[in-house]
């Protein structure tokens, strides 16, 4: 039951995402580092699609993905065409991975440690979702308090 939820909170946010990078109205904004705003929602779209190609789809998908942290941050002017389609790319990779992930691979370890201690891979799959769902948030901010919407 648990991946059935997880599943459809990856695809919603997903294609939010994918919503919210197709929403700015000035392709360039995407870029666009103001003020105290540390990171662009094109940096924060490759880093969404980077960790969850890295954690679900290598790790438990057995994907070949290659990830490139540092590049998620660097890279800039990506166009927008791009984005959404390695934002497509990653909801058909988690569905694969989530389609064929038995639900007792939940209560195990998960494959890799990534904080101080080992996690199950049912907590990390709803730490994803909810890194997702945050930056998500970040982006929507960012896109609002750079374009204003027409009245």
Not at 11 to 30: F, G, H, M, T, V
Not at 113 to 142: A, C, E, P, R, W
Request: one cysteine or more; hydrophobic letters at 40%.
């Amino acid at each position: 039951m648990l991946i059935a939820t997880l599943k459809i909170l990856f695809n919603r946010d997903l294609e939010r995402l994918k919503a919210e990078i197709s929403q700015y109205k000035y392709e360039a904004n995407i870029w666009i580092i103001k003020a105290d705003i540390k990171n662009s929602a094109g940096n924060l779209c490759l880093h969404l699609v980077g960790n969850l190609n890295t954690y679900i789809g290598k790790e438990l998908g057995k994907t070949d993905y290659l990830r490139n942290r540092e590049l998620e941050f660097s890279a800039k002017n990506i166009p927008r065409k791009e984005l959404i389609e390695k934002i497509e790319n990653t909801i058909s990779v988690i569905n694969q991975t989530l389609d064929n992930l038995d639900e007792a691979v939940l209560a195990t370890q998960f494959p890799v440690l990534v904080f101080d201690k080992s996690t199950t891979t049912g907590f990390f799959l709803v730490h994803l979702s909810t890194h997702l769902s945050y930056h998500l948030g970040q982006i929507n901010y960012h896109r609002r308090l750079l374009e204003v919407v027409d009245e």
